[in-house]
């Protein structure tokens, strides 16, 4: 990801639900935070995490 970012690319982190886990997206949610909080000084979020059907999506772009 930290590639991407250097070439001056956008990243789209996707968590892809399946089943039961439909039930936890608060784990998700958690996961993208976590992610984003790592990646905070490169970059910056563009699209908050939201749910298309069953994934979670969020866009990070450099800063």
Request: aromatic letters at 4%; glycine letters at 4%; charged letters at 35%.
């Amino acid at each position: 990801m930290k590639s991407f970012i250097e070439e001056g690319d956008k990243v789209k982190v996707t968590l892809r639900f399946r089943g039961r886990e439909m039930a936890h997206q608060d784990i998700g949610i958690r996961v993208l935070e976590r992610i984003r909080a790592e990646m905070d000084p490169v970059t910056k979020v563009e699209q908050m995490p939201k749910m298309e059907n069953r994934q979670m999506v969020m866009v990070l772009s450099p800063r």
